[in-house]
């Protein structure tokens, strides 16, 4: 099983990557929200990875976060979701936020992913409540939350010290991609330094 990847980006397209490490080219699948964080070709990216193996073929996905990853395998646990369809989901919402709308049985919005009628967003909810419900789960998902409590603390203090609103999401989201561990002092620190160049 291949469960963690680094290595060069040969070639990239939209929920696609070519990841090469000791002289093996990795064809890898990804929701657009992973696509997005990825930096150009030729750089150096390490992936969360799940090995998705048929009769007829073998389909790696690669994920940035682990709590990413552990939502795509419970996705595709539930009777009628494909690795796809897990993709697609994970393509419109960030993890976290799909955690707390299935925790809290919010099937009407589950509907308005492309793919998800009543029933399969019923059956999701029903599957894998319980599941979300744990700790280790929980604690995925309230890393996150500390995670966007840091960026959005870190927006509103560019803004009181004057700076355009949308300059500074776009830095900080920018800063948050190389490092999503940092500190909201930390964050504003390096905005503060990228916004006065």
Not at 114 to 127: F, N, Q, S, V, Y
Not at 167 to 195: R, V, Y
């Given at each position: ?42 750089e150096i990216i390490s992936l969360h990875t799940e090995l998705i193996v048929r009769e007829d073929s073998l389909t ?97 203090a560019l803004v009181i010290l004057g700076y355009n609103r949308v300059s500074s999401e776009k830095i900080i989201s ?22 006065m160049k």
């Amino acid at each position: 099983m291949i469960a963690y990847l680094t290595g060069k980006i040969l070639e990239k397209k939209p929920t696609e990557v070519v990841v090469e490490t000791n002289s093996v080219g990795f064809s890898i699948f990804m929701s657009m929200k992973t696509f997005e964080k990825l930096p150009p070709v030729g750089e150096i990216i390490s992936l969360h990875t799940e090995l998705i193996v048929r009769e007829d073929s073998l389909t790696l996905y690669g994920f940035f976060t682990k709590s990413e990853k552990e939502m795509f395998i419970l996705l595709t646990s539930v009777n009628g979701i494909g690795p796809k369809s897990a993709v697609t989901i994970l393509s419109s919402i960030d993890s976290n936020e799909l955690i707390e709308i299935i925790s809290t049985s919010n099937s009407s919005l589950l509907q308005k992913f492309p793919g998800i009628g009543k029933k399969t967003a019923e059956r999701i909810i029903l599957e894998l409540r319980d599941k979300v419900l744990k700790d280790s789960i929980l604690e995925l998902s309230i890393e996150g939350k500390i995670k966007t409590f840091n960026k959005n603390e870190a927006i509103e203090a560019l803004v009181i010290l004057g700076y355009n609103r949308v300059s500074s999401e776009k830095i900080i989201s920018q800063i948050l991609t190389q490092n999503s561990e940092m500190s909201t002092e930390d964050i504003i620190k390096i905005a503060l330094s990228k916004l006065m160049k």
